[in-house]
Structure formats: C-alpha cells, structure tokens
C-alpha cells in the first residue's frame, strides 16, 4: 500500500519519531491528497534518520523556516533530524499542483522551489503563522485556506490524468505504457505529453515507481515470501530486470531488503 512506511532505520532504536497524516477537506481532495506532520524529541547529541522513495506528486512543506515546493524527486533522500523539531506537509494527488504552478510540471522535477517564488510576500506570512501554530489542526486550516484563496478555475484534464494515474495504481492487468493507451483510447505522444505537463514524469516512471512501492511493502509485509512470487505478481517476469530496478530505487537486492525487514533494518520508508 503506497503511503505505509515500510521501513525504519533510527541511529537509535529508543528515538521519539512520529509521524501523523490528515484528510484534505472536501473541495480541496480532488487537488490534495493529504496532509502529513513528522515530528521528533530526541535527547541532547542524539540523531536520527529515515530515508524516503518519493511518490510521484509535489509535496508543499514546512521545515524550520524553510517554506518550498518539492518537485517528484526521482531518487531515494535520507532526512537526519536532531533535537526537537517538526515538519509539515501538504502532499499534492499526481496533477494537482498544475492548477496552482501554471507551467509543466516537469519544470520542477528533482527540484526545491522557495514557496515565495510562486507567491511572494503571502507566502513568508503564512510561512510565519504555521511556524507559530500550535499543533496539526491550526495548520491544516490555515494551508487550506491560502491554497482555496489561490485556486484557480477547473482544469478538466487533472481529472484525466487522475484516472490514469488510479489505473497505474490498482491495475495489475497495466504492465506497459501500451496497456493504457489502449485502455484509455490516448495516442502514445499524447500520453506522454499530459504526464510531463501535469504529473512532471513519463507514465512508464510512474508505473515502475508504483510496483517499486508495493514490491517494498510486500517484501517488508511477508518478509519469508520469495521475492520472485512478488516480482511476478507485480508483472515483472524478468527477473533480472526487477533485481536491477529494485536495486536501483531502494539501494539493495530484494534479498537483502528482505533480510533487513526481518531484523527492523529495513532502509527506506515508501
């Protein structure tokens, strides 16, 4: 299931770490897909850390006094943390951020954007009133408000691209970029085209990325199955051709994932 941390690997196994995810309201959840706060206490010279394999969206965040926009990032980050602290995050539904950007999306992969790039002033001020805002609710409602001040009209392609999206997501019987264009009746350059606009990567990253994530959850889940079960289960049945895209996004074999699992090492929350 994306969205379940699979793993975490704490420099210290007693590190206070926690992390919280909220609905988006009603007239925002066709754009949002959620909201998200990490949060940590840690004693004096203790440090932690959790690496990440992005889902393919745009994540606003809150992080000290840095307000950013983040781009699908296409590779694996470790996040140290120390003392106490929190970040907040307002994690975007695959070509919901195109509304609020107004430019492909693609123009910001693998990249950081300063929230005040995009919006000015308002966003240092709202940046300053999250930082003072006491817990979860107070900055949900005040994201929500400046994201529904800043809508623009509907653009009736999200929802086109959403459904897509979905159908990478649930359908097993999708193994191909093909698979969709027949199934959605789409030209193949069109297809590519809408995902470089509204999603910032091709639809063959997100199908990859999507297996990537549930291969991850599975292995860390059933941590005895054979990993070629879950490779073929997926829709790989090349076997050598998941080893080297496991690998590659999460940093080892699906062998030694597993093993790491079944000790609670496992190195990447997806």
């Known amino acids: 299931m994306l969205g379940v941390r699979t793993g975490f690997e704490p420099d210290r196994g007693d590190d206070r770490y926690c992390l919280d995810r909220f609905p988006a309201a009603d007239d925002l ?9 990490v949060s940590w206490d840690l004693p004096p010279g203790r440090e932690g850390s959790v690496t990440l394999l992005p889902h393919p969206c745009v994540n606003l965040w809150l992080d000290g006094g840095r307000f950013a926009v983040s781009g699908v990032g296409r590779e694996r980050f ?89 159908a990478l997501l649930h359908d097993r019987t999708i193994a191909r970029v093909d698979d969709v264009t027949e199934r959605f ?27 990537l994530h549930e291969a991850a959850a599975v292995l860390a889940r059933e941590q005895h199955r054979p990993w070629a079960d879950v490779a073929a289960e997926l829709g790989y049945f090349d076997q050598s051709h998941f080893i080297r895209d496991f690998t590659a996004a999460i940093g080892m074999t699906p062998v030694a994932y597993a093993q790491a699992c079944r000790r609670m090492e496992a190195p990447v929350s997806a």
């Not at 959840?29 to 706060?37: G, I, M, N, P």
């Not at 193949?188 to 199908?207: A, D, E």
């Open 29 to 37: 959840a066709d754009l949002v897909e959620r909201h998200w706060l």
């Open 78 to 166: 470790t996040y140290v943390y120390r003392g106490a602290g929190r970040v907040f995050g307002v994690k975007f539904r695959p070509g919901g951020f195109l509304p609020f950007l107004g430019r492909p999306l693609s123009d910001i992969t693998g990249a950081v954007l300063p929230a005040e790039q995009l919006w000015g002033p308002a966003a240092t001020a709202l940046a300053e009133r999250m930082a003072a805002a006491p817990g979860a609710d107070r900055l949900v409602a005040l994201v929500e408000e400046f994201l529904r001040e800043r809508r623009p009209p509907p653009d009736p392609q999200v929802d086109v691209v959403q459904r897509i999206v979905a």
């Open 185 to 211: 009746n789409i030209n193949p350059r069109t297809l590519q085209r809408l995902f470089q606009r509204y999603v910032g990567v091709s639809p063959k990253w997100v199908l990859r990325r999507y297996r």
